[in-house]
């Protein structure tokens, strides 16, 4: 990792506010694939270490040192990579590991593949992740305190125990609850915090700008200017990675591709003419053969099949 980056990081992960410059570098780093998935390893390693903080005093450059030691011994695998911090018993089964050291806490991590999964945390509430997402779990038993250090999308319903539970994104955006569900989007270099609250009640936002999100509603934090964005109705469409339930009345059909693309996995492509036309209808777990065959019966259209691209074209 280049010094800047690290620097920028420390500052970062210690509670040091970033210059516009430094937002601006780590941005692009993270926009690379090397950045992304070293700094999805770093966010999961601090976790681990137990050194995210809530007070902002601290020492920058001995709390960098101390975390950088944490890591001199990597171990790879395919899907994911993990350090192993000193005193630490890991266990490790395709994908997921725990561990409890002298501190009492648990740690959880799994990494998604292409597909969304469901993970059941080890307080039983169940989170389902989008493809390629990841989420890293902490129980502080002399605390109370249940941690989730999420990057991509995830689907929660968290259960009442009576112990906090907060989800931390990359941009240091929290989803603070007891329990309740909610669906959080918070991609490593995503410049918005998106969540849809199913149940419940939460509260969202930084540690100096957060609001109430409640049931039935979708609030958005933009992490550039640090702003809350005004709490408007859920989309039951942001949902549908999940549910598979997609609802259209007159959206137009780039929005529709763009969404149904997503879910499926695949780039719709649609005649250069056509992207603003309205549409009306409802999907429900569709299939690419179904999206393609509904959308050229209405639109009088042909269309192509590839293994990454639904292709319309007119008669």
């Known amino acids: ?14 509670g040091s506010p970033l ?8 941005d692009a780093w993270l926009q690379t694939p090397e950045g992304a998935g070293e700094y999805a390893e770093i966010m999961r390693v601090w976790e681990a270490a137990g050194n995210v903080k809530y007070q902002m005093q601290v020492d920058v450059d001995a709390e960098w040192e101390r975390f950088r030691q944490l890591t001199q011994h990597r171990i790879v695998r395919r899907r994911f990579t993990w350090v192993a911090a000193a005193a630490a018993s890991v266990a490790l089964l395709i994908g997921v590991f725990t561990f409890r050291n002298s501190t009492q806490t648990d740690m959880f ?10 993970v059941t945390l080890p307080d039983s ?20 305190t249940r941690t989730v250090a999420l990057i991509g999308e995830a689907m929660f319903d968290v259960r009442h125990t009576g112990d906090e539970f907060v989800v931390k994104t990359p941009q240091r955006v929290y989803t603070k609850v007891l329990g309740t569900s909610f669906n959080l989007k918070a991609l490593a270099d995503a ?5 849809s609250v199913v149940e419940g009640k939460v509260s969202f936002g930084s540690r100096k700008v957060n609001t109430i999100v409640t049931r039935g509603q979708h609030a958005s934090f933009d992490c550039r200017n640090k702003a809350l964005v005004p709490t408007d109705s859920l989309d039951v469409n942001t949902l549908a ?3 598979g339930q997609f609802s259209f009345d007159g959206k137009p059909l780039s929005q529709i591709s763009a969404q149904l693309g997503a879910y499926l996995g695949k ?9 603003n036309v309205a549409y009306t209808g409802h999907f429900d777990n569709p299939t690419a053969e179904q999206v393609a065959e ?18 319309f074209c007119k008669k």
């Open 241 to 243: 990675w999940h549910t």
């Open 1 to 14: 990792m280049q010094d800047a980056i690290s620097e920028i990081l420390a500052k970062q992960l210690t």
């Open 267 to 275: 780039k719709i492509t649609l005649p250069a003419d056509a992207r």
């Open 191 to 195: 410049k918005n915090v998106d969540l």
């Open 109 to 118: 991590k799994y990494v998604s593949g292409n597909t969304p999964e469901m």
């Open 19 to 26: 210059t516009a410059r430094e937002q601006q570098e780590l």
């Open 294 to 311: 509904i959308i050229a019966t209405a639109m009088n259209w042909d269309y192509k099949i590839s293994d990454s691209e639904i292709l």
């Open 125 to 144: 509430s169940v989170v389902w992740l989008n493809r390629n997402s990841q989420i890293a779990y902490r129980y502080n038993e002399s605390k109370r």
